[in-house]
């Protein structure tokens, strides 16, 4: 059966958990490498990995290529306008015809009906690099992230503040599976549809919302925050006019518990979301976050290849 990489909410806990433990173990024997040498097992080994990107990347982009050279396998990369996507091909045929050309795919999508649709179509293994609806990989690297500095996260207190958007819902749909608490602090109008966070409390996800984000970062052992303007909003102005008040500023992380970790995905707009001296000062973990996307994405797809 092929193992496909869409959404955290349909992978059992237990498999995610060696996930992330994959991911520990791989970035630890690889300590004072130089980042071009191939894992000792090197588990992809004659195996390529399309990379396929409806939308601009710079960390998902380079992580999985790299992860693939370090694994020891190869990749093959193509935005939508360089292949026939971009000239009406359906994405059904395109699944079909890469299925026999590489052993699994990535699509970073604009529409999760998209990512979908792909791999229900493909017979080889496909990751979710990032939809509108949520951005798995992402959030693997950022529990990783919170394991390196010492969390327990059964026993954390995560809080999302801002925009309501594709990278809460991972949250979302993690919280349920790993047993940390999860607050949601969104303006109005930005908040995560309401069945999604019902859906994870189905599960026995531990979430709360909370409009008042100083409110909600009493205590809170993590502050996480995205860009207030994605990529595809054509409403800048009026989002930033609305999500303003949700900056995480100096004050949200003196609310926050001692030693409270600061996460951004990036790219980060300083002075927007997220003060400057916030995302640069001491609590701040994004660029190991960042380094982690490398690691958890290769642990995701071992994981795919049971590799």
């Not at 960390?59 to 093959?76: E, K, V």
């Not at 790219?267 to 490398?294: C, K, M, Q, T, Y």
Request: glycine share 6%.
């Amino acid at each position: 059966m092929t193992q496909h990489f869409i959404s955290l909410a349909d992978i059992p806990a237990t498999e995610l958990r060696a996930i992330l433990d994959n991911a520990h173990s791989r970035k630890k024997a690889r300590d004072g490498w130089p980042k071009g040498k191939i894992d000792a097992d090197a588990p992809m080994d004659g195996r390529t990995l399309a990379l396929i990107f409806e939308k601009s990347s710079t960390r998902t982009r380079f992580s999985f290529d790299m992860g693939m050279r370090q694994l020891g396998g190869t990749s093959i990369t193509a935005t939508s306008s360089d292949m026939q996507l971009g000239r009406g091909e359906t994405i059904e045929d395109t699944a079909k015809v890469l299925s026999r050309f590489v052993d699994g795919i990535m699509l970073r999508a604009n529409s999760h009906d998209t990512l979908t649709a792909l791999a229900q179509n493909a017979s080889i293994p496909v990751i979710n690099g990032l939809t509108d609806y949520n951005h798995p990989c992402q959030i693997m690297a950022d529990l990783q992230t919170l394991e390196e500095r010492g969390g327990d996260l059964s026993d954390m207190t995560l809080t999302w503040v801002g925009d309501g958007n594709n990278v809460a819902v991972s949250f979302i749909n993690a919280a349920a599976k790993f047993g940390y608490r999860l607050r949601l602090s969104c303006a109005q109008g930005y908040t995560v549809p309401g069945q999604y966070v019902e859906a994870a409390r189905a599960k026995g996800a531990d979430i709360t919302v909370e409009p008042d984000p100083l409110f909600a970062c009493q205590n809170t052992d993590v502050v996480i925050a995205d860009t207030f303007v994605s990529m595809g909003d054509t409403d800048a102005d009026k989002r930033l006019a609305d999500l303003m008040p949700y900056q995480v500023t100096d004050a949200l992380m003196s609310a926050s518990a001692k030693d409270a970790i600061f996460l951004h995905c990036l790219p980060a707009h300083r002075g927007e979301e997220v003060a400057a001296s916030v995302i640069d000062g001491p609590n701040s973990a994004v660029f190991d976050e960042a380094e982690n996307r490398l690691h958890a994405q290769k642990a995701i797809i071992t994981w795919c290849f049971d590799a």
